[in-house]
Structure formats: C-alpha cells, structure tokens
C-alpha cells in the first residue's frame, strides 16, 4: 500500500512540474506579471477583447472593426491568451494579410502617443508569420494608408514581443490603431492570436503644434490719388499800331478783350481691381474736359475826317472828297460805304455851293443878301 502511495504521490508531482512548465510556455512572466490594460491613461476601448460582436468574416472584439488586404480569413474567438478570451484570426489551406483597427477620439493635435500589444503569437507548422502593429495618426481607416507609422514587424515564433510597440505625434483629434498580421505561405491551419491592445499618452514628451499651412495675407499699396490742379489758358491780345491816315487823321485799331477760361473741372475716379491668390489695385484717372477760348473782340473805330478847302476870289470849287485812306471800313462793304461818301460829299457840294452864292450876292448888292 505505502508502495502504490508513494507511486501516486510521485505521479502528481510530475504531473505538476508539467503543468507549470507548459504554464511558462504559454504565457511569458512579464504577460502574467502585469495586466497593461489595467493602465488608466489607457485610451483604447474593450483592451482586453472581453467581448465579441458579429462582424464580416465571423466575431471580432467590441470597439474593433476587421480588414482584410488579401486571402479570404476567419475571425473568431479563441481562449489562447493570458486572460482569455482573445481573438483568433486563421486560414486553413489559404494565406492572407489581414487584422484589426479601432478609431480613438478624444486626442490631443500635437500631443505623442504610443500604441502596444501585449498578446500577438501564432500556431502554425511553418516557422515564420508577420505581426506589426501601428497608428495612424490622421485618424485614417485605410490600413495601406502612407500616414500610418508602423512598429517593426516580428515574424518568430515566440510569446513574447515587447518590440511590438510605435510611437506617432497625433495630428488631428483622432487618431487609430492597427494590428495586422501576414501570413505569406500555408503549412494546413495557421493561426494567429490576438489580445492586449492598448494606446497610452506619453507626458513627458511636450505638446507640440499641429503641422498646418499658415496663409500669409499679401496686401498690395493703394496707390493715393493724383489731384489734377485746373490749369487756366490765358488769351494774349496783339496790339495794334495806330493807323495814320493820309491826311493826319488817326484811325484807332480795335482792342480785344481777353478771356480766361479754365479747362475744366478735374474728376478723380478711382477703379479698384481685387485679385485671386487676393490683390486690389486701384487707379485715379482724371477726366479733364476742355472748354474753347472764345475771345470778345471790339470792332475798329472808324474816323472820318471833313477836309476843308478855302475858296479864292471868284472861283467856286467842290470841297475834296474824301479820300480813300480816310475811312477805315471793313473790305466787304465797299459799296455801301461807296453810297455813304457819295452823299455826303452831294451835301458837302450844296453847302458849299449855297454859301459861295450867299457872298456874291452880298458883294454885288452892297451888303444886301439876294
């Protein structure tokens, strides 16, 4: 009997010693040792994958969305993690690239943040399958997107992958986290499994500002307007040199009054002209209207001039005419002016004759008029 306990007794204890080494292979010390979603400045939604919710391809966690780059996956959940369950995404007989994404708001533009996976491993007869894990810090959902900032990609086979951790400077409100996996070649059933994701703010690192295009406004001088001053056309008169007639008489010359007109008014307009990429630019264009000098002219003096001519004893004669360069008259009246001397010198030639009468008949009648 004591032989057949002894037996038991040595039995349970291998049995034990196995457990705890298998125990160690599964779930790495640092995994069990510390629960990272238990952080508080953790920021991703349902860390632990605590529960599933039907999805494209199967289930995936809560909070979580599947994306698929190639193959035709299954996503579904598994107990293979630290704290089951987790998720478990596998192809049997196919590859793919594949894995999972949550959009985290509430971030701070500017502010550093690291994104960490604490359970990525793979069963699979092959040796090799991809793990990476990334932030896109744009808040993008395009997993092939150029602005995703990727952790290095682990391909061994082991439990525990402290690399799998990246960093990225937020750069709108939101930003989101990424895990993919790549499995390039198909050995049967290949699995990956997958749990822990979190998203933390690192404070020590300062705030920075969010990378953005400052537009330089480019304002172009208004040019000030040009004042016209009004400038006045002064009408210069000619003198005239007095006309002395052939018998001395003077005929005054006609004197021109003269007129000072301005040219007008100056108008000032200005014509703003905006621009795209913005410029205004404006023009003073003086509207200058000129009015005609019109000068007030006198018409010339005319003089005329009686030339009288004593009588001699005994003869009669007609006093002169009068001469040609005694009257100043404008060429276009010739005729009438012809008319005029004519009778004047009629008048001039009775008077004179009636007078010389009048004293002949006071010298034949002794003093007597006739």
């Not at 400052?214 to 006309?243: F, G, R, W, Y």
């Amino acid at each position: 009997m004591a032989t057949k306990a002894g037996t038991s007794a040595a039995r349970l204890a291998l049995a034990a010693m196995l457990l705890a080494m298998l125990a160690g292979e599964l779930w790495p010390r640092g995994v069990v040792a510390e629960d990272i979603c238990a952080d508080p400045r953790n920021k991703t939604f349902n860390c632990q994958f605590d529960s599933f919710g039907p999805a494209p391809g199967g289930s995936v966690p809560k909070g979580w969305w599947p994306f698929v780059i190639s193959g035709a996956p299954a996503f579904d959940q598994a107990s293979d993690t630290p704290k089951p369950p987790s998720l478990r995404i596998w192809s049997d007989g196919g590859t793919f690239v594949a894995g999972i994404y949550q959009v985290v708001r509430g971030i701070t533009p500017g502010a550093t943040y690291e994104a960490f996976i604490g359970w990525a491993v793979f069963a699979s007869s092959g040796d090799r399958m991809g793990r990476v894990i990334g932030i896109d810090p744009r808040g993008g959902t395009d997993p092939t997107a150029s602005s995703i900032v990727w952790s290095p990609e682990v391909w061994e086979k082991k439990r525990s992958n402290p690399e799998l951790r990246v960093r990225a400077v937020a750069e709108a409100d939101s930003l989101t986290v990424f895990v993919r996996v790549d499995h390039p070649a198909s050995y049967g059933a290949d699995q990956a499994f997958l749990d822990a994701v979190t998203l933390v703010q690192d404070d020590s690192v300062p705030i920075a500002p969010p990378a953005s295009a400052t537009a330089t406004e480019t304002s172009t001088p208004v040019p000030e307007p040009t004042t016209v001053e009004p400038t006045a056309v002064v009408e210069t008169p000619t003198a005239a040199l007095p006309t002395t007639l052939s018998d001395g008489a003077i005929a005054s010359p006609g004197t021109a009054t003269p007129s000072v007109t301005a040219t007008g008014t100056p108008t000032v307009a200005l014509t703003p002209t905006p621009s795209p990429s913005p410029t205004g630019t404006a023009a003073a264009t003086p509207t200058v209207t000129a009015v005609p000098v019109t000068p007030t002219h006198t018409a010339p003096a005319i003089v005329y001039r009686l030339v009288e001519t004593p009588l001699a004893t005994g003869s009669v004669d007609l006093p002169k005419r009068l001469s040609a360069a005694s009257v100043s008259a404008p060429p276009g009246n010739r005729a009438d002016w012809r008319l005029f001397a004519g009778g004047v010198a009629i008048i001039i030639g009775a008077s004179a004759w009636w007078g010389a009468k009048h004293l002949r008949g006071r010298r034949l009648g002794g003093g007597k008029t006739l």
